[in-house]
């Protein structure tokens, strides 16, 4: 059977939106199946922001090794309300603190650390964000607030991704061909780092390499990975408005699909 095929039979009638972009990096071969492209972005948007980042190292506007004194205050703290479910480490360091702009990477991308995204956007400034994706052909993946600006995670106003679009992004990476060849090579490094790792777990606990970046709330999960098996793949998947532990069982059977259709 296809894998478009089983996917379908996979998702079934589950309510909500749905997305499954793939890509066979052996064959150069890719296929969408779902009801929806474009999603909230969550986790997302600091893929997004990373290259952003590189960018403007590679233009020689900033260095990673660039300092910011922490400032604890909004928006680029959460507030205390929050704590729970959405701070990283930053959160609970000291006033004051100096941090390198590659130590704020690393939180961002490694913990998901939302406050780091916040600082590193206001350092390189959404509307960079914004052109960068547009120089690269993206319509759709846009970063438009920072976090903990809440908004109800609607596309059109809050920040948001295409799946066949951050595939895209992932193809050039893959292939050293995203900001530059050494860029590249740093940043799949940094996503390989990432440490939500349980839809992907079957990949990571066989000691193959997973280049990726995550998002998730209540309703929502989201998932943008390179694959780094012997056939590699590319795999992204959104799920919106439904319970996010019922998406994560799907999310990892899809997943595994994915792999065997690959042959990874």
């Known amino acids: 059977m296809k894998l478009s095929n ?3 039979d996979r998702i079934g009638s589950l309510e909500g ?16 199946v779902g009801n929806c492209d474009v ?11 990373l290259i952003e980042v590189f960018k403007q190292v ?4 900033i260095r990673l090794g660039d300092e910011y004194e922490l400032e604890k205050k909004l928006p680029f703290t959460a507030p205390k309300e929050e704590y729970e479910t959405t701070v990283g480490v930053l959160d609970f360091l000291h006033q004051g603190m100096k941090l390198q702009i590659e130590d704020l990477l690393y939180m961002m991308m490694v913990i998901s650390d939302n406050s780091a995204f916040n600082i590193l956007l206001s350092m390189v400034g959404m509307e960079n964000v914004n052109q960068t994706m ?42 050293k061909q995203l900001i530059s060849a050494a860029s590249s090579e740093k940043m799949m490094e940094i996503l390989s780092y990432h440490q939500r790792r349980d839809i992907l777990y079957q990949y990571s606990n066989n000691n193959i390499s997973v280049a990726q970046q995550t998002g998730f709330d209540v309703e929502s999960l ?3 990975a390179i694959v780094m098996a012997p056939r590699p793949f590319i ?13 994560r069982g799907v999310m990892r059977d899809v997943a595994a699909m994915c792999g065997r259709a690959a042959g990874a």
Request: net charge positive.
């Open 235 to 247: 795999f992204c998947m959104g799920i919106h408005d439904m319970d996010a532990e019922k998406a």
């Open 58 to 61: 590679e233009e020689g506007r």
């Open 39 to 49: 999603f909230p972005s969550l986790g997302i948007a600091k893929l997004i922001l």
């Open 17 to 32: 939106k749905i997305g499954v972009y793939f890509c066979d990096i052996h064959k150069n071969t890719s296929c969408f």
């Open 222 to 224: 989201h998932e943008a």
């Open 134 to 175: 547009r120089q690269l052909g993206l319509t759709h993946t846009r970063v438009r607030r920072m976090i903990f600006e809440w908004d109800g995670g609607e596309t059109e106003t809050g920040n948001c991704h295409s799946l066949r679009e951050v595939g895209s992004l992932l193809q050039r990476l893959y292939k």
């Open 6 to 8: 089983q996917i379908k």
